[in-house]
């Protein structure tokens, strides 16, 4: 077993098994069945070419070969941090096939981020494109490897320089055979992350591979699917949520753009007949407003998935009318738990709340802040366990103490409250988080960075309201004595190499914090200062 790991525990793991949850099948296995059923179909289409389902296999297998020369084995970690191309399929299907373990990265992360999953996980190596999107990740390779001892190996998808070629590491030579189990951790998924840096999640085959079959129940996902993916498609949600996994999982058909943006989605749903794309509440508001002017026959399309950040009732009602199709609100995260509004629910249900768990074995616990279960109908702490939902991140047993109840409940750090019916209408958070349309942003992990500015003496980081992205970042600096510029506050942290989305869209000034009666920064205070107004913060 991997180290680090927390494992559910004997009984329900048996249970789990017994209910038919956890099946024994592997993504590797998965693929290699698929690549029988649905051979000469299609499986993904990006910007530069497509692949049938038994190309993917046979190329993700001569990659695992590959890879194995270069000697990465099971159980080895490898951060893989690539766009929506199809080499980013091969990559993933070819570490499950060999047991190794991706890493999940997002294209926006700078050093800060991947020096620490590299260094963290002591991974052994680390794949990233040439260039992307006007960013060249061998300069930030070069400079990852001056700290992380464990990385052997840097491959490149494009023109390598002084590193492994991606298009050089397939082998003709046969894979060598590994035993990969259901038990077995897939890969290891990012936190939103609330203290600090995100942490990492191990997802095992059988209960992801649950998580998938469900999904692709309750988002009716077959093998007449067109599934566009327009967000990272390393995330959870696009992975998953019915995700890439599901379209495969079906025998459906994959397009993956490179941009969120009409000019690139609209012609790609046109042209390939897309029937359901997931967005973001941000991108799904900014595909409303522009859709009436645009020319393309978007007709195909018959559900847009949403979630990652709550959709407004008024947006949501706005689907239907505009793109002529089906909304399925989705609340989920990449600990396990996600919920989908039904197909068949009542329009009310559709608008109004997030869903209700795919699983009728995951439970769901609403309570106070000293744990004491609520009723019916009244917000309080979500807390969820279940046959995908982790036990323990990894290698964080101090933060799990107070991540996960004793009796194995994930402290969600959301506040829910739940209806008659099992549906949950997201109410608002408890966890120090910013969601900023979707990115989750841990605003310890920022305000660290800043208190390493020699003229900052204290910060506190919180989300304001904001009619586009749903919550953008603001940070109250106390300076020590004169204040610096935003302009340098955000070069700073450039230069830390903090992911773009992590820096503050504000900062204001202040000369103290409000104190909660514990004497801790009240950031509850602080949110309702900046929605009265900077002017009002001094
Ligand atoms: C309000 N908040 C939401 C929603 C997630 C499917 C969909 C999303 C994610 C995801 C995912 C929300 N309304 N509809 O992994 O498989 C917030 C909550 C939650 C956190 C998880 C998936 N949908 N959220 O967003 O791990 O605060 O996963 O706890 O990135 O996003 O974030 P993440």
């Not at 790991?5 to 038919?20: L, S, V």
């Not at 009409?262 to 897309?274: N, Y």
């Not at 933060?399 to 209806?419: L, M, P, Q």
């Amino acid at each position: 077993m991997l180290e680090g790991f927390t494992p559910w525990p004997a009984d329900r793991a048996e249970f789990y098994r017994q209910q038919g949850c956890w099946e024994g099948l592997t993504f590797g296995q998965m693929l290699e069945e698929r690549s029988k059923r649905y051979a000469n179909d299609i499986a993904v289409i990006d910007a530069y070419s497509s692949i049938t389902y038994g190309e993917l296999n046979e190329r993700a297998t001569k990659l695992a070969a590959g890879l194995q020369k270069l000697g990465i084995d099971k159980g080895d970690r490898v951060v893989v941090q690539l766009p929506n191309i199809i080499p980013y399929v091969e990559t993933v299907f070819a570490l499950f096939k060999m047991g190794a373990l991706p890493v999940f990265s997002l294209p926006s992360h700078r050093f800060s981020e991947i020096s620490y999953f590299c260094t963290f996980s002591e991974a052994k190596a680390y794949i990233i494109p040439d260039q992307f999107g006007g960013f060249d990740y061998r300069n930030l390779a070069r400079q990852v490897k001056e700290c992380a001892p464990s990385l052997e190996h840097v491959i490149v998808v494009g023109d390598a320089e002084e590193f492994h070629s991606f298009e050089q590491v397939y082998s003709d030579e046969p894979m060598r055979e590994v035993q990969v189990q259901g038990s077995d951790v897939a890969f290891l998924q990012l936190s939103g992350g609330s203290t600090g840096r995100s942490k990492l999640i191990p997802r095992t085959h059988d209960e992801y591979m649950y998580t998938i079959k469900l999904s692709v129940e309750c988002c009716n996902v077959t093998n007449q699917t067109v599934f566009l993916v327009v967000l990272p498609v390393a995330h959870n949600y696009p992975m998953s949520s019915p995700g890439i996994l599901g379209a495969l999982y079906a025998g459906g058909k994959i397009v993956l753009s490179l941009s969120p943006s009409p000019d690139e989605a609209f012609p790609l749903i046109e042209k390939h007949r897309v029937t359901m794309v997931p967005l973001v509440p941000p991108l799904a508001l900014h595909w409303l407003d522009v859709k009436p002017q645009r020319s393309e026959d978007l007709s195909s399309l018959e559900v847009i998935l949403v979630g990652g950040a709550k959709f407004s009732a008024e947006a949501a009602k706005r689907i239907k009318p505009i793109f002529g199709c089906k909304l399925q609100q989705v609340f989920g995260m990449a600990e396990g738990l996600v919920c989908y509004t039904r197909l068949d629910d009542p329009e009310e249900i559709v608008l109004h709340t997030q869903g209700k768990p795919m699983s009728p074995f995951d439970e769901i616990k609403i309570v106070d802040d000293e744990d004491n279960e609520l009723p019916v109908g009244v917000a309080g702490h979500l807390l969820t366990r279940g046959p995908y939902t982790i036990q323990g991140y990894y290698k964080a047993p101090e933060h799990n103490a107070k991540a996960f109840t004793k009796d194995g409940f994930y402290r969600t750090g959301d506040i829910v409250s739940v209806n008659e019916q099992g549906y949950l209408t997201v109410e608002g958070r408890a966890k120090d988080q910013i969601n900023r349309g979707g990115e989750k942003i841990a605003a310890e992990e920022v305000e660290n960075h800043l208190l390493a500015h020699p003229a900052i003496h204290d910060v506190a980081i919180v989300a304001k309201t904001d009619p586009y992205m749903g919550e953008k970042s603001c940070a109250f600096v106390i300076f020590r004595s004169e204040p610096v510029s935003l302009r340098e506050l955000k070069k700073f942290l450039a230069e830390r190499g903090l992911a773009a989305y992590k820096i503050p869209d504000e900062f204001v000034a202040v000369d103290h914090f409000p104190m909660t009666h514990l004497g801790k920064v009240s950031k509850k205070d602080l949110r309702e200062w900046i929605e009265k107004g900077p002017q009002l913060a001094r």
